[in-house]
């Protein structure tokens, strides 16, 4: 007996994150598989790739990480 297709859909979908945090991760973007996660679901909802990436260059570039771990901290 087949697994259900629920099961298949999820299978397929972690097997994707996988491959994604696979090249994230080649490509140094320091993205995490829940924001890998994110964004396949907003690419996946109609939102431009390269506008995504446009905006996550963007907050990164107002944000730094170095800034957001210290206020996280104290």
Sequence with gaps: MPPPA????RRAA?????????ISTLLGTNL?????????SL?????????LANMIQT????YPQDAVEQSQAG
Excluded: F
Excluded at 32 to 40: F, G, I, P
């Design 59 to 62: 907050l990164r570039a107002k």
């Design 14 to 22: 972690r097997e994707t994150i996988d491959i994604l945090e696979d």
């Design 32 to 40: 995490d598989r829940k924001s890998l996660s994110y964004c396949v």
């Design 6 to 9: 629920d099961e298949v859909k």
């Design 43 to 51: 690419i996946e909802h109609g939102v431009s790739p390269e506008a």
